[in-house]
Protein backbone atom coordinates (compact mmCIF):
# COMPACT_ATOMS: atom_id res chain seq x y z
CA UNK A 1 0.00 0.00 0.00
CA UNK A 2 1.11 3.60 -1.05
CA UNK A 3 0.94 5.83 1.90
CA UNK A 4 0.94 9.82 2.01
CA UNK A 5 3.04 10.67 5.29
CA UNK A 6 1.50 13.65 6.75
CA UNK A 7 4.18 15.18 9.24
CA UNK A 8 2.83 17.31 11.39
CA UNK A 9 4.19 20.62 12.63
CA UNK A 10 5.09 19.45 16.16
CA UNK A 11 6.31 16.46 15.14
CA UNK A 12 8.38 18.68 12.19
CA UNK A 13 9.55 21.25 14.67
CA UNK A 14 10.29 19.36 18.30
CA UNK A 15 10.24 15.91 17.41
CA UNK A 16 11.22 14.30 14.51
CA UNK A 17 11.64 10.96 16.40
CA UNK A 18 7.82 10.23 16.04
CA UNK A 19 8.08 10.44 12.10
CA UNK A 20 10.91 8.53 12.17
CA UNK A 21 9.28 5.84 14.26
CA UNK A 22 6.27 6.26 11.49
CA UNK A 23 8.07 5.50 8.64
CA UNK A 24 9.68 2.88 10.27
CA UNK A 25 6.49 1.14 11.54
CA UNK A 26 4.56 1.93 7.72
CA UNK A 27 7.77 0.28 6.57
CA UNK A 28 7.56 -2.80 8.54
CA UNK A 29 4.10 -3.13 7.13
CA UNK A 30 5.26 -3.50 3.99
CA UNK A 31 3.88 -0.01 3.38
CA UNK A 32 5.54 2.66 0.62
CA UNK A 33 6.11 5.91 1.91
CA UNK A 34 5.43 8.98 -0.20
CA UNK A 35 6.26 12.36 1.14
CA UNK A 36 5.76 15.48 -0.11
CA UNK A 37 8.83 17.72 1.41
CA UNK A 38 6.65 20.96 0.32
CA UNK A 39 3.89 20.09 2.69
CA UNK A 40 3.17 22.97 5.92
CA UNK A 41 0.59 23.26 8.56
CA UNK A 42 -3.31 21.80 8.32
CA UNK A 43 -4.37 25.31 9.27
CA UNK A 44 -5.30 24.15 12.80
CA UNK A 45 -3.44 26.85 15.05
CA UNK A 46 -5.67 29.49 13.53
CA UNK A 47 -8.89 27.36 12.83
CA UNK A 48 -8.94 26.30 17.01
CA UNK A 49 -9.38 29.99 17.74
CA UNK A 50 -11.65 31.38 15.26
CA UNK A 51 -9.20 32.40 13.04
CA UNK A 52 -10.87 30.83 9.69
CA UNK A 53 -9.61 33.57 7.25
CA UNK A 54 -6.32 33.40 8.74
CA UNK A 55 -6.35 30.05 8.43
CA UNK A 56 -8.05 29.22 4.86
CA UNK A 57 -4.88 30.10 3.06
CA UNK A 58 -2.63 27.92 4.86
CA UNK A 59 -5.03 24.95 5.03
CA UNK A 60 -5.73 25.33 0.70
CA UNK A 61 -2.64 25.00 0.65
CA UNK A 62 -1.95 22.10 2.55
CA UNK A 63 -4.89 20.49 1.34
CA UNK A 64 -4.07 20.60 -2.57
CA UNK A 65 -0.80 18.95 -2.24
CA UNK A 66 -2.29 16.52 -0.76
CA UNK A 67 -4.79 15.78 -3.10
CA UNK A 68 -1.93 15.61 -5.68
CA UNK A 69 -0.84 12.96 -3.89
CA UNK A 70 -3.86 10.55 -4.03
CA UNK A 71 -3.80 11.78 -7.51
CA UNK A 72 -0.28 10.10 -7.90
CA UNK A 73 -1.15 6.87 -6.92
CA UNK A 74 -1.44 7.32 -2.70
CA UNK A 75 -3.72 5.13 -1.29
CA UNK A 76 -4.14 6.69 2.33
CA UNK A 77 -2.64 9.45 4.14
CA UNK A 78 -1.24 8.71 7.73
CA UNK A 79 -0.36 11.48 10.47
CA UNK A 80 0.96 10.39 13.58
CA UNK A 81 -1.64 12.93 14.71
CA UNK A 82 -5.41 12.76 15.34
CA UNK A 83 -5.88 16.28 15.57
CA UNK A 84 -4.48 16.87 12.19
CA UNK A 85 -6.90 14.57 10.73
CA UNK A 86 -9.72 15.82 12.61
CA UNK A 87 -8.83 19.28 11.30
CA UNK A 88 -9.01 17.74 7.49
CA UNK A 89 -12.52 16.95 8.02
CA UNK A 90 -13.26 20.42 9.78
CA UNK A 91 -11.75 21.81 6.46
CA UNK A 92 -14.24 20.66 4.44
CA UNK A 93 -16.83 23.11 5.74
CA UNK A 94 -14.61 25.47 6.10
CA UNK A 95 -13.51 25.59 2.83
CA UNK A 96 -16.73 24.93 0.92
CA UNK A 97 -17.25 28.30 3.14
CA UNK A 98 -14.21 30.41 2.56
CA UNK A 99 -12.49 28.60 -1.00
CA UNK A 100 -14.08 27.44 -3.99
CA UNK A 101 -15.44 24.35 -5.19
CA UNK A 102 -12.38 23.21 -6.52
CA UNK A 103 -10.97 23.86 -2.71
CA UNK A 104 -13.90 21.69 -1.04
CA UNK A 105 -13.65 18.87 -3.47
CA UNK A 106 -10.56 18.58 -3.06
CA UNK A 107 -10.76 18.79 1.16
CA UNK A 108 -13.41 16.15 0.76
CA UNK A 109 -11.16 14.07 -0.60
CA UNK A 110 -8.37 14.16 1.49
CA UNK A 111 -10.65 14.08 4.40
CA UNK A 112 -11.96 11.06 3.23
CA UNK A 113 -8.40 9.59 2.93
CA UNK A 114 -6.84 10.48 5.95
CA UNK A 115 -6.12 8.55 8.60
CA UNK A 116 -4.29 8.61 12.43
CA UNK A 117 -1.35 6.11 12.43
CA UNK A 118 -2.98 4.29 15.37
CA UNK A 119 -6.44 3.70 13.62
CA UNK A 120 -4.67 3.32 10.34
CA UNK A 121 -2.74 -0.10 11.36
CA UNK A 122 -5.57 -1.53 12.93
CA UNK A 123 -8.83 -0.40 11.01
CA UNK A 124 -6.73 -0.73 6.94
CA UNK A 125 -4.02 -2.72 7.36
CA UNK A 126 -6.42 -5.17 9.88
CA UNK A 127 -2.47 -5.50 11.63
CA UNK A 128 -2.70 -8.61 13.92
CA UNK A 129 0.58 -8.96 14.46
CA UNK A 130 3.13 -6.86 15.80
CA UNK A 131 7.76 -7.19 15.62
CA UNK A 132 8.01 -4.55 18.07
CA UNK A 133 9.17 -5.00 21.97
CA UNK A 134 9.55 -2.63 24.56
CA UNK A 135 9.82 -3.77 28.00
CA UNK A 136 7.95 -1.50 30.97
CA UNK A 137 4.83 -0.13 32.14
CA UNK A 138 2.86 2.07 30.51
CA UNK A 139 -0.56 4.03 30.72
CA UNK A 140 -2.40 5.46 27.52
CA UNK A 141 -3.36 9.05 27.41
CA UNK A 142 -6.30 9.47 24.94
CA UNK A 143 -5.91 13.02 22.82
CA UNK A 144 -9.07 14.82 22.54
CA UNK A 145 -9.36 14.91 19.07
CA UNK A 146 -8.14 11.22 18.53
CA UNK A 147 -11.26 10.19 20.67
CA UNK A 148 -13.83 12.60 20.36
CA UNK A 149 -13.63 13.61 16.84
CA UNK A 150 -12.45 10.51 15.20
CA UNK A 151 -13.62 7.76 17.69
CA UNK A 152 -10.33 6.23 17.98
CA UNK A 153 -10.95 4.50 22.03
CA UNK A 154 -10.18 0.77 21.29
CA UNK A 155 -7.25 0.74 18.18
CA UNK A 156 -3.84 1.87 20.55
CA UNK A 157 -4.66 -0.28 22.89
CA UNK A 158 -4.87 -3.33 20.55
CA UNK A 159 -1.89 -2.47 19.22
CA UNK A 160 -0.36 -1.48 22.54
CA UNK A 161 -1.39 -5.18 23.97
CA UNK A 162 0.82 -6.76 21.27
CA UNK A 163 4.35 -5.77 22.10
CA UNK A 164 6.58 -7.65 23.89
CA UNK A 165 7.36 -7.16 27.48
CA UNK A 166 5.06 -3.93 27.66
CA UNK A 167 2.90 -3.83 30.63
CA UNK A 168 -0.40 -1.67 30.39
CA UNK A 169 -1.89 0.58 32.76
CA UNK A 170 -4.76 1.51 32.63
CA UNK A 171 -5.49 5.20 34.20
CA UNK A 172 -8.40 6.39 35.36
CA UNK A 173 -7.90 9.83 34.03
CA UNK A 174 -6.81 8.31 30.36
CA UNK A 175 -9.79 10.56 28.94
CA UNK A 176 -9.05 13.44 30.20
CA UNK A 177 -7.48 16.83 28.56
CA UNK A 178 -4.29 17.28 29.30
CA UNK A 179 -4.88 20.81 29.47
CA UNK A 180 -2.56 22.10 25.91
CA UNK A 181 -5.81 22.64 23.79
CA UNK A 182 -3.40 24.67 21.33
CA UNK A 183 -3.42 28.82 22.45
CA UNK A 184 -5.22 27.57 25.44
CA UNK A 185 -2.29 26.84 26.92
CA UNK A 186 -0.93 30.48 25.81
CA UNK A 187 -4.15 32.35 26.89
CA UNK A 188 -5.35 30.15 30.39
CA UNK A 189 -1.46 28.88 31.55
CA UNK A 190 -2.85 28.10 35.00
CA UNK A 191 -5.60 26.24 34.24
CA UNK A 192 -3.49 24.54 32.12
CA UNK A 193 -1.32 23.56 34.30
CA UNK A 194 -4.16 22.24 36.59
CA UNK A 195 -5.40 20.05 34.07
CA UNK A 196 -1.84 18.50 33.23
CA UNK A 197 -1.12 18.44 37.33
CA UNK A 198 -4.31 16.53 37.99
CA UNK A 199 -3.78 13.88 35.19
CA UNK A 200 -0.03 13.62 36.68
CA UNK A 201 -1.21 13.10 40.26
CA UNK A 202 -2.73 9.56 39.33
CA UNK A 203 0.13 8.43 36.90
CA UNK A 204 2.31 9.14 39.80
CA UNK A 205 0.74 6.51 41.62
CA UNK A 206 0.45 3.63 38.85
CA UNK A 207 4.26 2.88 38.77
CA UNK A 208 4.46 3.27 35.19
CA UNK A 209 7.84 4.20 33.16
CA UNK A 210 5.51 6.11 30.21
CA UNK A 211 2.35 7.58 29.43
CA UNK A 212 1.53 6.76 26.06
CA UNK A 213 -0.25 8.85 23.23
CA UNK A 214 -0.71 9.50 19.60
CA UNK A 215 -0.16 13.25 19.43
CA UNK A 216 2.89 15.21 19.83
CA UNK A 217 0.80 17.96 21.36
CA UNK A 218 -0.43 16.28 24.58
CA UNK A 219 2.85 14.82 24.83
CA UNK A 220 4.78 18.09 25.02
CA UNK A 221 2.07 19.34 28.01
CA UNK A 222 2.72 16.33 29.77
CA UNK A 223 6.35 16.14 29.44
CA UNK A 224 6.66 19.57 30.49
CA UNK A 225 5.08 19.38 33.76
CA UNK A 226 7.03 16.11 34.54
CA UNK A 227 9.88 17.39 33.98
CA UNK A 228 9.32 20.30 36.18
CA UNK A 229 7.99 18.00 38.96
CA UNK A 230 11.06 15.81 38.16
CA UNK A 231 8.98 12.75 37.96
CA UNK A 232 10.77 9.34 36.88
CA UNK A 233 7.85 9.19 34.17
CA UNK A 234 8.48 9.76 30.08
CA UNK A 235 5.99 10.31 27.64
CA UNK A 236 6.12 8.27 24.16
CA UNK A 237 4.05 8.66 20.81
CA UNK A 238 2.59 5.59 19.80
CA UNK A 239 4.89 5.13 17.18
CA UNK A 240 7.44 5.29 19.20
CA UNK A 241 6.49 2.57 21.13
CA UNK A 242 5.55 0.61 18.23
CA UNK A 243 9.06 1.10 16.45
CA UNK A 244 10.82 -0.27 19.50
CA UNK A 245 12.71 -3.51 19.39
CA UNK A 246 14.50 -3.72 22.88
CA UNK A 247 15.83 -7.44 22.95
CA UNK A 248 17.32 -6.90 26.81
CA UNK A 249 14.92 -6.02 29.89
CA UNK A 250 17.18 -5.36 32.42
CA UNK A 251 19.45 -3.23 30.39
CA UNK A 252 15.78 -1.60 29.05
CA UNK A 253 15.18 -1.13 33.07
CA UNK A 254 18.39 0.22 33.53
CA UNK A 255 18.21 2.76 30.71
CA UNK A 256 15.10 4.02 32.13
CA UNK A 257 16.31 4.43 35.28
CA UNK A 258 19.46 6.86 34.57
Known sequence: MRVALFVTCLVDQFR???????VEVLERCGCTIDYDPGQTCCGQPAFNPGLQRQATPVCIRTIHRLDAQLDAGCDVI???????????????????????QRDAEAAA??????????????RRLR??????????????????????????QEEPRRLLAEVRGLEMVESATCDRCCGFGGTFSVDLPGISIGMADDKINEL?????????????????????????RKSRIRGLHLAEVLAAQETDPAWAKARRAE
Open 204 to 228: ETLGIDAVVSSDVSCLMQLEGRLEA
Open 127 to 152: LERLEASWFGRVAWHDACHGLRELGI
Open 78 to 100: VAPSGSCVAMFRHAVELLHREGD
Open 109 to 122: RVAGSAMELGSFLV
Open 16 to 22: PSTAEAT
